[in-house]
């Protein structure tokens, strides 16, 4: 667990699992791709003593806050300020005896009044690097009903999302998150919802993807790491949506079976079959682990073995 200012606690996702996987008792090199809380990279370091790390955040918060405490491991831990895009360039390193993403948002992210979380009365910002880019608030408040109607289609909306996009632009200008939440509960789209979860909750999920280009920063990722890891290393993915784990288990399905070959094709083939899906179901949280952090109940573990 990370301690937070405010007395909030991060707690890492699939901790023991993803230690499991990467065989982090026997040290090495790693590559955090989402530093986060800081959660999964520390109980890497302390696994073993031989254990390096370079943790990424394209959250430049994220960073800060890491440097508070990463004096502690000295040369051992790198932070990195960078998106997925850009990791070849930052990263020189290659052969990582493991490989780490996980895709969720951490606790800090979720206090700090950015506009991702349902209350926030603060501007509505959604940016995970705000030091570029364009904010959900500007993005809402400026583009045309349409191009805010496939963000929403393309981020898991659903059959509502064009009478939504509609709704959105009549109730314009959006000053923060909370706004933004009441005017989804409103609409069709909130007189629907069964569920206890929040009706906003894909909305804003749509919408931070958009800002972020989240999906398409996950395909850049996955399209860089076989360079970065070693033969005989393992990716490990958590995902905690459809849209980012259905394209993170094709992907490596298609790595696994060489492009659009079945994984039990023995014929010849145009691509090189570069590792196993291993497992080949997804990992997912124990009940244990679901009732002490509610977070964690839709999170997949997937994770992938380059060849020797």
């Not at 960073?63 to 000295?74: L, N, V």
């Not at 298609?254 to 079945?262: I, L, M, R």
Request: glycine share 10%; proline share 4%.
């Amino acid at each position: 667990m990370t301690e937070l200012s405010g007395g909030a606690v991060h707690i890492p996702v699939l901790l023991n699992e993803v230690l499991e996987v990467l065989g982090a008792g026997r040290g090495g090199m790693y590559l955090d791709c989402t530093f986060g809380g800081g959660g999964h990279t520390r109980a890497l370091l302390d696994a073993h003593p031989d254990t390096w790390v370079v943790a990424l955040d394209r959250d430049v918060r994220a960073i800060e806050r890491g440097r508070g405490w990463a004096a502690k491991y000295g040369e051992r831990l790198e932070l990195v300020h960078t998106p997925y895009s850009d990791v070849l360039q930052q990263v020189s390193f290659r052969g990582f005896d493991g490989v780490l993403a996980d895709l969720g948002m951490s606790t800090d992210q979720l206090r700090e009044e950015r506009g991702f979380s349902f209350a926030d009365r603060s501007a509505l910002d959604m940016r995970m690097d705000e030091t570029t880019g364009i904010s959900a608030r500007e993005f809402l408040n400026t583009a045309a009903e349409r191009d805010i109607y496939i963000a929403l289609a393309r981020g898991g909306v659903g059959t509502t999302a064009r009478q939504l996009a509609r709704v959105l632009v009549s109730k314009r200008p959006f000053e923060n998150a909370l706004e933004l939440a009441e005017v989804v509960r409103g609409s069709q789209l909130g007189k629907r919802a069964v569920s206890r979860v929040h009706p906003a909750t894909v909305v804003f999920q749509a919408l931070r993807m958009h800002v972020n280009q989240e999906l398409q920063e996950i395909e850049k990722l996955l399209e860089v790491v076989p360079v970065l890891a070693k033969k005989g290393g393992k990716l490990a993915v958590i995902t905690f949506h459809s849209l980012e784990d259905r394209l993170v288990a094709n992907t490596m399905r298609g790595w696994e079976s060489a492009g659009t070959y079945p994984a039990s094709w023995r014929g010849p083939r145009d691509q090189k079959r570069i590792g196993v899906v291993s497992p080949k179901k997804p990992i997912v949280p124990s009940d244990e682990e679901v009732s002490r952090n509610a977070a964690s109940r839709s999170a997949r573990l997937r994770v992938f073995e380059f060849v020797e």
